[in-house]
C-alpha cells in the first residue's frame, strides 16, 4: 500500500509543479461539452432519437464527453511513460522495491481521482449552464464507470506505451486509435440510424460500451439488459488489460 | 563462513536479434561478491557489464543460470532482492519536473521512509554532495553532471546493505567525481557492499577491492584487484629519458610489442610484458649511450586490463 502512496505522492508532486496543466486537465472535457456540445445541440435543433427517446444533443453527448475525457486522460497518463522512459527515472522506478502491478495501480488511482473531479465539475456544468436532466441518483454509479473507463484504457494503452519504444510511432498509433475508436461508437451519434456494418462494428468497440454505461448512469437513456452486458464487457475489457499491462511491464526493459 | 552478497553461477542472457540470430549478452559468467566489499565489473562497451547489473537488479530475467542478491533469487524472489538494493543507472535518472528537494522526498517514500526521516538523512548527503544550492532548483534546470550527482546523492539516503552504481561518474566534473568517490568509500566502511561498472580503471583501482573484467559477454579475469594486476603476466610500466629520440628508435622499441607505448620528444613510456624485454630494452639503450634517466614499476590495472582484453579477443 505504501507503494501506491508513493507513486500518487510523486504524481501529484509533478502535477502540482504546473498549474496550467492542472487547470487544462480537468477543463478540457467542460470545454468540449460547452463548444462542441451545444455548437452541435443548436445544429441538430429539435433533439436526436435514441433508443426510442428523444432528446437533446446535449443530454446525449454529456456521456461522450465523459468518456471522451477518460480516454484522453489514459493517453496522457500512458504517455508520461515515455518522458519517464527519456529521463531514466522509468527504469530506476523498475528497482525500487514494489511489484509492477502496484507500480501502475499507483499510476492509474491518482488518474482516476483527477477524472473523477474533472466528471463531478462537467456533470455540474451540464445540469447548471445547459440544463441536462443527470440523475442524481444515480451519481456513484456515474463515478464508478468513470473509475472503471479510465482504468480500462490506461491499462489498455499502456501496453502499447511498454512496447512501443519511440515517441512519434505511440503518437500515430494513439492518434488513428483515437480516430477509430471515437467515430465507431456510440460517442457523438446513436447507433439506431448508422448503417448496420458500422453498428456492428461500433459494439465490439469498448468505447460504445463505456458510453453507453455512463448515458444509462447520467440520463437513464439506454436498454438495461444491453447496459449490463456492456458493463460485464468493459471490467472484463480492464482485468484483460491490467493482466497484460503487467506481462508488459516485466519485459519492459 | 558469510553468505556473499552476490553469488552468480553460470549466468546467460541472450536476446533475439532481429527476430532470428541470437546475441548472447552474457556469456555463462559466475562470480561472487563478499559483504563490504567495493566490486568493479569493468569492461568495454557492449562486453556484458550492464546487463550483468540489469539482471541482478530484477530489470531483465536471465536466459538461464542463478544470480542471488543478499540470498535472494532474482527470477523467483525479485521483490526481496529490491528491497536490499538502490542502483545508479546508466541514464541520468531524475525528476526532471521536480526539485532537487522534492526528488529526495519522492525517492523517500518509494523506500518507505517518511518525511521527516528522508530529511534527516539527506541534510548528510546534502553536504558530501554539495548541493545546498540547488536544492530548490528544478532538475531540468541542471547541468548533466549536477544531475548526476543528485541521482548518485539520493542512493546514500537510504539504508540498502548493496548498492548498485552503473558508469556513475559519467559525466561529472573532477569535483564531482571526487566528491562521489569519497562518499563511496564513505558507504563502503559502514558495510555496504558496492558493486559498480566503470570505464575508468584508475577510479576502479582506487576504490575496489575485487573486480572482474568483462569481454564479449565471459569473464576475462577476477580476483582482488591485485590478484587481477598480478595476471598481467609481469607487465612492467617504464619511464625512459633517452638523449635523443628518432624514427629508428621509435621502430625498434615498437618491435618489442609493447602493451603501450607514447613518446614525446626525449620521454618514452611503455609497458611491457615481462621482465626480460623490459631489461633487454634498458640494455639496449644504455650500451649505445642514449639512456639518461629511467624509472620502471608494476604496470597500472589500465595497461594489465588492455593486455587481458588483448589476449581475449586473440583467444577468441
Redesign the interface.
Known amino acids: 500500500m ?2 501506491i ?2 507513486v500518487l ?2 504524481d501529484s ?2 502535477r502540482l ?2 498549474l496550467t496543466w492542472f487547470f487544462f486537465d480537468l477543463a478540457v472535457p467542460l470545454l468540449y461539452l460547452l463548444m462542441f456540445g451545444v455548437g452541435f445541440d443548436k445544429a441538430v435543433g429539435m433533439g436526436i432519437m435514441t433508443s426510442g427517446i428523444a432528446v437533446s444533443y446535449n443530454e446525449f453527448f454529456l456521456a461522450g464527453v465523459l468518456a471522451m475525457s477518460c480516454f484522453g486522460s489514459a493517453i496522457n497518463q500512458a504517455y508520461g511513460f515515455f518522458h519517464d522512459r527519456e ?3 522509468f ?9 509492477r502491478g502496484q507500480y501502475l495501480l499507483g499510476k492509474v488511482i491518482f488518474q482516476c481521482l483527477m477524472s473523477v473531479v474533472q466528471a463531478v465539475l462537467t456533470l455540474i456544468a451540464a445540469v447548471v449552464l445547459l440544463h441536462v436532466p443527470v440523475r442524481i441518483d444515480f451519481l456513484p454509479f456515474t463515478i464508478v464507470a468513470v473509475v472503471v473507463g479510465i482504468a480500462g484504457w490506461f491499462f489498455a494503452l499502456s501496453i502499447f506505451a511498454f512496447r512501443i519504444h519511440r515517441n512519434d510511432t505511440f503518437n500515430t498509433f494513439i492518434n488513428v486509435l483515437y480516430f477509430v475508436l471515437m467515430f465507431v461508437s456510440s460517442m457523438f451519434y446513436p447507433l439506431d440510424a448508422v448503417p448496420v456494418w458500422l453498428k456492428y462494428a461500433a459494439y465490439l468497440n469498448p468505447v460504445t460500451w463505456h458510453t453507453d454505461v455512463l448515458r444509462y448512469c447520467t440520463i437513464g437513456i439506454g436498454d438495461p439488459s444491453i447496459v449490463i452486458m456492456e458493463s460485464i464487457g468493459f471490467v472484463l475489457f480492464l482485468f484483460a488489460g491490467f493482466y497484460f499491462a503487467v506481462r508488459t511491464l516485466k519485459k519492459a ?1 | 563462513m558469510e553468505p556473499a552478497a552476490i553469488s552468480i553461477q553460470n549466468l546467460v542472457k541472450e536476446y533475439q536479434r532481429n527476430g532470428k540470430e541470437t546475441l548472447r549478452a552474457v556469456d555463462g559468467i559466475s562470480f561472487e561478491v563478499r559483504k563490504g566489499q567495493i566490486f568493479g565489473l569493468l569492461g568495454p562497451n557492449g562486453a556484458g557489464k550492464s546487463t550483468t547489473i ?1 539482471i541482478l ?4 530475467q536471465p536466459t538461464s543460470g542463478t544470480a542471488f542478491v543478499n540470498g535472494f533469487d532474482v527470477v523467483k524472489q525479485s ?1 526481496d532482492v ?2 536490499n ?3 545508479v ?10 526539485t532537487v528537494k ?1 526528488n529526495f ?2 525517492f523517500g ?4 521512509l517518511t518525511r521527516k526521516e528522508t530529511e534527516t538523512r539527506s541534510g548528510r548527503v546534502i553536504e558530501l554532495f554539495g548541493l545546498k544550492d540547488v536544492l530548490n532548483q ?1 532538475a531540468m534546470d541542471l547541468s548533466g553532471g549536477m544531475k548526476r550527482r543528485v541521482q548518485v546523492a539520493k542512493m546514500f539516503i537510504v539504508d540498502k546493505p548493496i548498492v548498485f552504481l552503473d558508469e556513475a561518474t559519467t559525466g561529472m566534473d573532477t569535483f564531482n567525481k571526487r566528491a562521489t568517490i569519497a562518499a563511496i568509500k564513505e558507504e563502503s566502511k559502514q558495510g555496504r557492499t558496492i558493486v559498480l561498472t566503470t570505464h575508468m580503471l584508475d577510479e576502479a583501482e582506487e576504490l575496489c577491492d575485487a573486480i572482474a573484467i568483462i569481454n564479449h559477454g565471459k569473464i576475462v579475469a577476477s580476483g582482488t584487484t591485485g590478484e587481477v594486476k598480478k595476471m598481467g603476466l609481469e607487465m612492467f610500466y617504464l619511464s625512459l629519458k633517452v638523449k635523443e629520440m628518432t624514427k629508428e628508435l621509435e621502430e625498434e622499441l615498437k618491435q618489442h610489442q609493447p602493451v603501450k607505448m607514447e613518446t614525446k620528444e626525449s620521454d618514452i613510456e611503455l609497458t611491457i610484458r615481462d621482465h626480460d624485454t623490459a631489461l633487454k630494452i634498458l640494455s639496449i639503450l644504455h650500451s649505445r649511450g642514449l639512456l639518461l634517466n629511467f624509472e620502471m614499476s608494476s604496470a597500472s590495472l589500465e595497461d594489465v586490463f588492455v593486455a587481458l582484453l588483448d589476449r581475449s579477443v586473440t583467444e577468441t
Request: with cysteine; net charge positive.
Open positions: 505504501n507503494q502512496l508513493a505522492y510523486r508532486l509533478i509543479t504546473s529521463t531514466g527515472i527504469y530506476e522506478f523498475l528497482t525500487y522495491p514494489m511489484t526493459v | 540489469k537488479t530484477t530489470l531483465i521483490i529490491r528491497k538494493i538502490c542502483i543507472i546508466q541514464e541520468n535518472a531524475v525528476d526532471t519536473y521536480l522534492s522526498l519522492t517514500k518509494f523506500h518507505g528544478r
